[in-house]
């Protein structure tokens, strides 16, 4: 299906990893950090506007369960630090960050993201840390326009490992956008992945939402018993001859939600987050 011309921002959460605070009975008893109770993680922006288009992001303590709670001084808001993710498209900013008073020992964390007009297709991701290295990611994809999202394609190369490392399969192909018929405006990994099973480098696959759950490689299937059975790295050419970098924000976005560039390395390792230590770089 084709892709709709308005640009539109989509934040999506695809991943939230979180360490405990340093000390303290409240760290201890909130030792995560997520979204404020009741604002949603997804929001669309119309970028036709000549103005810049604002969203509003809120982090939020919680417990072990993940229930949100909220800071009970407003100097602990304030030392939470928003920031954009490397490899995130150029014209989505943080303008704004500061404490959220709710009411007397009631604070959130307060950020406002900015979209300048004309920004690119593509992905950020915004990170909200505290000083004790709890973190959460927001993911915020800027959508068209394009006339026909086949229009947007790019030649990639593929890598598949198995879980002790091992290369299954390996390929490249000229990936088109929509291949995976997901409403983005870019050409995406989740694409790729319809691309390596047309260029026989995989036989199959299966997948949930952004997410690949399983891959079929020289009739053997590699469907793991968790949700998140793949996972994904980018690699991009850098500044030395031969050598490709990962791409930072491929680590905390779902694969439909980057845009790969002619020359990409995708590599796909199967388990879960933790499973694998992808490299820095990789020479080709």
């Keep these: 299906m084709f892709?709709?011309?308005?640009?539109?921002?989509?934040?999506?959460?695809?991943?939230?990893?979180?360490?405990?605070?340093?000390?303290?009975?409240?760290?201890?008893?909130?030792?995560?950090?997520?979204?404020?109770?009741?604002?949603p993680f997804t929001a669309d922006v119309d970028a036709n506007d000549a103005n810049a288009q604002t969203v509003e992001l809120y982090a939020a303590p919680a417990d072990a369960s993940w229930?949100?709670?909220?800071?009970?001084?407003?100097?602990?808001?304030?030392?939470?630090?928003?920031?954009?993710?490397?490899?995130?498209?150029?014209?989505?900013?943080?303008?704004?960050?500061?404490?959220?008073?709710?009411?007397?020992?009631?604070?959130y964390a307060y950020a406002v993201v900015t979209v300048a007009p004309g920004t690119n297709p593509g992905t950020a991701s915004i990170v909200a840390s505290t000083p004790e290295s709890a973190y959460v990611n927001f993911t915020v994809v800027v959508n068209g326009p394009t006339a026909d999202p086949y229009d947007d394609t790019a030649d990639v190369n593929f890598e598949v490992y198995n879980s002790n490392g091992a290369l299954l399969s390996s390929g490249d192909g000229n990936v088109q956008g929509n291949d995976f018929y997901s409403g983005r405006s870019f050409v995406t990994a989740m694409d790729g992945v319809v691309r390596m099973m047309m260029e026989d480098v995989i036989d199959n696959y299966s997948a949930s939402g952004a997410f690949v759950?399983?891959?079929?490689?020289?009739?053997?299937?590699?469907t793991p018993p968790y949700p998140?059975?793949?996972?994904?790295?980018?690699?991009?050419?850098?500044?030395?001859?031969?050598?490709?970098?990962?791409?930072?924000?491929?680590?905390?976005?779902?694969?439909?939600?980057?845009?790969?560039?002619?020359g990409d390395y995708i590599q796909w390792r199967i388990g879960e987050y933790d499973d694998h230590d992808f490299p820095a770089y990789i020479n080709r």
């Design 67 to 107: 229930m949100p709670y909220w800071f009970d001084n407003e100097q602990d808001a304030e030392d939470v630090e928003w920031a954009v993710v490397g490899g995130s498209v150029s014209g989505v900013t943080v303008a704004e960050q500061a404490p959220f008073y709710v009411d007397e020992d009631f604070y």
């Design 228 to 262: 998140a059975g793949w996972m994904y790295r980018i690699y991009r050419e850098g500044g030395t001859s031969g050598q490709y970098d990962v791409v930072a924000i491929s680590e905390v976005i779902g694969a439909d939600d980057i845009r790969l560039e002619d």
């Design 3 to 39: 892709k709709k011309r308005t640009i539109m921002l989509t934040m999506i959460m695809v991943l939230v990893m979180v360490l405990s605070f340093a000390g303290g009975a409240f760290a201890n008893e909130y030792p995560n950090l997520t979204t404020y109770d009741g604002v």
């Design 213 to 222: 759950t399983g891959m079929t490689i020289d009739s053997v299937n590699y």
